[in-house]
């Protein structure tokens, strides 16, 4: 074997396979897991107030795992939004079950299969109203909103909806977790152009290999869906199955 070959195995190794290895033998071994959809925690984890109480406008990206198996390796992201007065807010999910693209489907701060939300991006006030209406627009046009449309693996799947909404809403300047599995999916043929912040350049092979470079993303590796990489602007290593080992993706809590 060339040491070229080997130098590419070893880099495989170690950027991808030990760390999703070792996340999954600590996965494995909790105990305080769901044993399925059923018996899982899906209400509210309190982390907004009520509407009525949070007159300004606001816009919220979560992101947290999924349950059983796939919690070993990918996150679950979704939208919030609220108009300044509203009384409720609006949750956008795209999922495989029942109506692909859901609103409402839960509370705006649920637990994911009983995992508490992670905060991916927090706006509000004057800024979040003006946005409102372009994530609207967004969500109406994702163009995988149909029944058949969802695949778990490389994609299109919720993530792939969330990143959608962030790339055509230029105000949503984030980057999804590393493990928000399926953000990184493209149709075979779209192979290059803006990473979603559009801070930065992506490639990409239809979601199983890839390369993004951004201020906002900063380095990331995709792998067959696995993400590894670097974060500099909010320093942090992204490995698989571990996600972010570093400072939060937002500040704000």
Not at 185 to 214: C, E, K, M, N, W
């Amino acid at each position: 074997m060339s040491t070229i070959a080997l130098r590419i195995l070893l880099a495989l190794l170690v950027l991808f396979i030990l760390p999703l290895a070792t996340h999954a033998l600590w996965w494995a071994a909790r105990d305080d897991l769901a044993p399925d959809w059923s018996r899982a925690d899906w209400t509210s984890a309190k982390i907004l107030s009520a509407a009525a109480e949070h007159r300004p406008a606001l816009i919220r990206i979560y992101a947290a795992r999924t349950g059983r198996w796939k919690g070993m390796v990918a996150h679950h992201s979704w939208i919030v939004v609220k108009e300044e007065g509203a009384s409720r807010y609006t949750r956008f999910d795209k999922v495989g079950w029942g109506s692909p693209v859901r609103t409402n489907g839960w509370a705006a701060d649920a637990r994911w299969f009983g995992n508490d939300p992670q905060l991916v991006l927090a706006i509000d006030g004057a800024e979040a109203e003006r946005l409102i209406p372009e994530i609207r627009r967004a969500v109406a046009e994702y163009p995988y909103a149909g029944f058949g449309d969802y695949r778990v693996w490389p994609g299109p799947n919720s993530n792939t909806f969330v990143a959608y909404v962030v790339a055509r809403v230029p105000g949503l300047r984030t980057a999804l977790p590393p493990t928000a599995l399926g953000k990184d999916f493209h149709p075979f043929g779209d192979f290059a152009g803006l990473t979603p912040s559009r801070t930065g350049i992506q490639l990409q092979l239809g979601g199983y290999l890839g390369l993004a470079v951004g201020w906002v993303e900063g380095l990331e590796v995709n792998f067959l869906g696995l993400v590894a990489g670097l974060d500099l602007r909010r320093p942090a290593f992204k490995l698989p199955g571990w996600g972010r080992i570093g400072l939060p993706l937002t500040a704000e809590s």
